[in-house]
C-alpha cells in the first residue's frame, strides 16, 4: 500500500509460492513472473500471475536487468553454499533493472556478515520496517521477521556503512498499515524480460528463445522427423 506501482510494472518473486504475495502487491499489472519449486503451487501461481516456471531458483533463466520490482522473501535455512537468504539476493539482484526497488524479507537477527555487506554494496536504503505486531512476535509463525524496501544503483560501489546507518536497523517502528502513514515509493516499471525459463528446456522453451534471439535473422524450421534445421 506503500508502493505506486505503474500498471505495466515488470515484477519478479523468485520463491513465489501460491503467487499471492506478488499479485496482492501489483494488483494491476499483467506483466507479473514467478518461479516456485513445488509443482501443486506453481499450477495455483499461474492463475494469479502472468508467467511462471516450475523450477529451483538456481536453475531459473532470466533476463538480467529487466525487473522494476523484486520480491524476495528466500528460504530461511543453510545450505552447502551458505545461508539461502544470502544466495537467493546474490543470485536474484541481477535481475532487477537499475533504479527498480527490492522488497526483501527476512528475519531481522540475518542483517549482518555477507548479506549487510552485498546490500551496502549494490542498493541504497529505503525503508526498514518490522512486521506489524502478531506477526513479528505473536504465538505462531513468527519468526522475527523485518521488511527492507532498497533501491538498486546503477553500478556497483565500494561498501559504504554512511549510506546505511545503525538507524535504519535498531528499535525498528512496525509496518505501517495505511499510506497515511507513509511516504509513497514510486516504484519503475522495468521491462519485458526476452528469457523467462527453466534450466531443463523444453522444446517450446527452445522454440521461444530462438525466436526472440537478436541473433536470429533467418526462418527456421523444426523437423521433428530429422534431418531438418
Not at 513472473?33 to 536453475?59: F, K
Not at 535481475?95 to 542498493?123: D, H, V
Amino acid at each position: 500500500i506503500m508502493l505506486d506501482m505503474p500498471r505495466d510494472i515488470n515484477a519478479l518473486d523468485p520463491c513465489c509460492g501460491r503467487g499471492t504475495a506478488l499479485r496482492t502487491i501489483c494488483k494491476l499489472s499483467t506483466n507479473l513472473y514467478g518461479v516456485e519449486l513445488e509443482l501443486r503451487r506453481a499450477e495455483d501461481a499461474r492463475t494469479r500471475l502472468s508467467n511462471v516456471i516450475c523450477c529451483a531458483m538456481q536453475d531459473a533463466r532470466l533476463s538480467h536487468g529487466s525487473y522494476g520490482f523484486l520480491l524476495l522473501n528466500p528460504p530461511y535455512d543453510d545450505s552447502t553454499e551458505g545461508r539461502l537468504e544470502m544466495v537467493f539476493l546474490e543470485r536474484t539482484t541481477k535481475y532487477l533493472m537499475p533504479g527498480g526497488i527490492l522488497a526483501f524479507i527476512i528475519k531481522e537477527n540475518q542483517y549482518k556478515g555477507n548479506i549487510l555487506k552485498f546490500l551496502r554494496k549494490y542498493y541504497e536504503m529505503v525503508a526498514h520496517w518490522k512486521f506489524p505486531d502478531g506477526y513479528y512476535d505473536g504465538p505462531e509463525l513468527a519468526f522475527g521477521q523485518t521488511i527492507l524496501i532498497a533501491r538498486k544503483r546503477p553500478s556497483a560501489h565500494a561498501e559504504n556503512p554512511d549510506m546505511w546507518h545503525r538507524k535504519w536497523f535498531t528499535d525498528l517502528e512496525p509496518m505501517p498499515q495505511s499510506a497515511d502513514y507513509a511516504d509513497v515509493i514510486k516504484v519503475t516499471g522495468g521491462k519485458k524480460p526476452l528469457v523467462f525459463i527453466s534450466g531443463a528446456m523444453r522444446e517450446e522453451d527452445m522454440i521461444k528463445l530462438l525466436q526472440n534471439s537478436p541473433i536470429s535473422r533467418k526462418p527456421f524450421v523444426i523437423n521433428k522427423g530429422g534431418n531438418g534445421r
